[in-house]
């Protein structure tokens, strides 16, 4: 039996198989795939591309330029037990990839939403759960877990099997080891692995790629020489010294400081 002719809708491009909710909003130029499924409330912006069997449930919000592979279930009810059924959120930017079977949770409350920035990879298997703030240019590996509450600060990479605890933040620039157990901060700038984690050094050729000047290099390894390699020393004193060091005039450092400063489930050290 001939398979019939793909429709076009508003100039997208949607595959006769697919399903889409008339309460759903599709943008311009949007391709979607065989046997996908688009939910009510769904905001689909310019440019997106479905490939096949993606699931997306609202109330979700996308932006342009997202690319969903086969089996992604993007915009899913928490998992929360505390959930009590109110409409809730998902905020998504512009340009992010979500390789296959990818999952991605709404939030909690209808207050805060669940987001993600712009720019960021999902590989496969990679699951943001709910209320989870996600910044730009993160790659989340295969497997790679993020636990209700998380916030993962710019540029940060979690590599394949490791999972973070729930109301963890993840620092800008950081990178997570493979299979770490992550339950406590992991501080920008740094490389964490390990289970349980600890700080095994900074990420200075992730630095140096993203154009880190050697100043600024220099000014984030004295930071880890005075924060890290004590690591039975005490916290408050090692911030202390470095607060007094002239590296806590770099404005990266000062990040660090002030990430420090706000931990609420404590640093990995």
Not at 46 to 60: K, M, N, Q, T, Y
Not at 90 to 109: D, K, P, Q, S, Y
Not at 172 to 181: N, P, R, V
Not at 257 to 264: A, G, L, N, P
């Amino acid at each position: 039996m001939p398979v019939p002719a793909t429709r076009t809708l508003l100039t997208a491009v949607i595959h006769p198989t697919a399903i889409i909710s008339p309460k759903a909003e599709i943008g311009a130029d949007v391709t979607i795939g065989p046997f996908c499924v688009i939910g009510d409330h769904v905001v689909l912006g310019d440019g997106c591309v479905l490939h096949s069997h993606v699931v997306i449930e609202g109330p979700s919000r996308i932006g342009p330029n997202n690319e969903f592979f086969p089996f992604a279930a993007i915009g899913g009810k928490t998992q929360d037990l505390k959930y009590v059924g109110e409409p809730t959120h998902l905020l998504i930017g512009t340009g992010n990839v979500f390789r296959e079977n990818t999952t991605i949770h709404r939030g909690t409350h209808e207050e805060i939403p669940t987001r993600i920035g712009s720019h960021n990879l999902f590989l496969c298997y990679s699951h943001v759960a709910h209320d989870c703030q996600v910044g730009d240019h993160v790659i989340l590996s295969n497997n790679g877990t993020l636990a209700g509450h998380v916030e993962v600060e710019d540029h940060a990479i979690v590599s394949g099997f490791a999972a973070v605890h729930q109301f963890c933040r993840v620092g800008q620039h950081s990178i997570i080891g493979g299979c770490t157990k992550v339950i406590q901060d992991v501080p920008p700038f740094m490389i964490v692995d390990g289970n349980p984690a600890s700080t095994r050094g900074l990420n200075q050729v992730g630095l140096q790629r993203r154009g880190f000047s050697e100043d600024d290099v220099r000014a984030l390894k004295s930071a880890y020489k005075k924060l890290f390699l004590k690591k039975d020393g005490n916290l408050t004193t090692a911030v202390s010294s470095l607060k007094a060091s002239s590296a806590a005039s770099n404005s990266h450092c000062a990040h660090l400081i002030d990430f420090v400063e706000k931990s609420q489930r404590g640093l990995t050290r």
